[in-house]
């Protein structure tokens, strides 16, 4: 599976004020983060270049200790596509999985069954495609509230292994599996070994808190369920990854965007959900040029400073992603916008994520 790097430049330490050499009066001159930023930047050879890794003091309240995420070779600009969705063809998906028309029994107008295997289909143009065995509803998906309860747990968290199947030959048979489907250039975003110990004590705690019967608790079920992966991806054009989640637009429509979530057990896929895929219209783009790692972090501040905040901040990831906007409902019709997604993790809050327009700097609301 091809591996995306990233742009590499010297790492450069930022600091909140300098000693200026040669004053008479030694005297310490205040540097504000836009001065430290478009300073540091100036001084690498190429002025709209970036750095894969930034770790300063931004504005009162917020800090950055962020990652760069760019594509391989990074000019500085890149291309807004035309798209279009195209809907999976149910055959094509049953193939993939060893089953035949013959073999599934409709349940109701895109909803089908095979023995425990049930496939639900959609053709809107927000539609997906979601396959569950009976016992993908017996998973809970990774939450970072239980991380730090379930850190004991032997094997559980992101990017550990499991007894059953390494990591590694689970990422590469679910890519496989989507390209036979039809998701090309999918990409691996994140992976979690998730242990039956982590599956019950969710369930314990759920419980506890009234939101389980007792009885519906799964006991001695768990030694044939089994210990699980939870795989994230989304697809990629131009190396720069669709970004994973729902938006809604202007009129109030949601749409999907390119998250890929399966859930793998020694049994092999209990749960895949997809999103209808997105299809470049090659011929129909328009290059543009992208707000360097200066004039992002210019934006972030600005709209930090004009946010009251009741906690601290740190800015934890910036990357190059694509958003597909709606622009003609009618036809299906929409816009590749490059965006920076920028996570912040909070004391309180973890993982929100702010979206820029990645060649203007506006904010978009979602």
């Not at 959900?273 to 992208?290: C, G, K, L, S």
Request: charged share 25%; hydrophobic share 35%; glycine share 6%.
């Amino acid at each position: 599976m091809k591996m995306k790097k990233k742009v590499l430049i010297t790492v450069l330490s930022f600091v909140a004020c300098i000693v200026i050499a040669g004053c008479s009066d030694n005297q310490v001159q205040d540097i504000t983060p836009d001065e430290v930023v478009n300073q540091t930047i100036a001084e690498s050879e190429t002025p709209n270049s970036l750095v894969d890794h930034i770790n300063m003091e931004l504005c009162e309240n917020v800090n950055v200790d962020a990652d760069i995420a760019v594509p391989n070779n990074f000019s500085g600009s890149v291309n807004k596509y035309k798209a279009y969705v195209e809907p999976f063809v149910r055959d094509d998906v049953l193939k993939v999985f060893g089953v035949s028309e013959q073999d599934v029994e409709q349940l109701s107008d895109n909803l089908y069954r095979n023995e425990n295997t049930f496939f639900e289909f959609s053709n809107e143009v927000s539609g997906s495609l979601s396959i569950k065995t009976e016992n993908a509803g017996c998973y809970y998906m990774y939450n970072p509230d239980y991380a730090e309860a379930c850190s004991t747990i032997e094997n559980f968290g992101e990017d550990q292994e499991l007894d059953f199947q390494s990591s590694g030959m689970v990422k590469e048979e679910v890519v496989e599996l989507l390209e036979e489907m039809g998701i090309n250039n999918a990409v691996v975003k994140r992976m979690y070994a998730l242990p039956v110990e982590y599956h019950q004590y969710i369930e314990k705690t759920y419980a506890e808190n009234g939101m389980l019967q007792e009885s519906e608790m799964l006991g001695e079920r768990w030694n044939d369920i089994g210990d699980c992966y939870e795989i994230i991806l989304t697809t990629e054009y131009d190396d720069i990854s669709i970004y994973e989640d729902t938006y809604v637009a202007e009129d109030d429509s949601a749409y999907n965007g390119g998250k890929i979530q399966v859930i793998y057990s020694k049994d092999g896929i209990q749960r895949l959900d997809a999103p209808n895929q997105y299809r470049i219209m090659e011929q129909d783009f328009e290059t543009v040029q992208v707000l360097g790692t200066e004039e992002i972090l210019s934006v972030i501040q600005t709209k930090m400073n004009n946010v009251i905040l009741t906690e601290n901040y740190t800015v934890i990831k910036l990357e190059l992603c694509y958003l597909p906007q709606i622009i003609n409902k009618k036809s299906g019709d929409f816009l590749m916008q490059p965006i920076w997604k920028v996570t912040l993790n909070g004391e309180d809050s973890m993982g929100t994520n702010y979206l820029f327009k990645a060649d203007t700097g506006e904010e978009i609301q979602w």
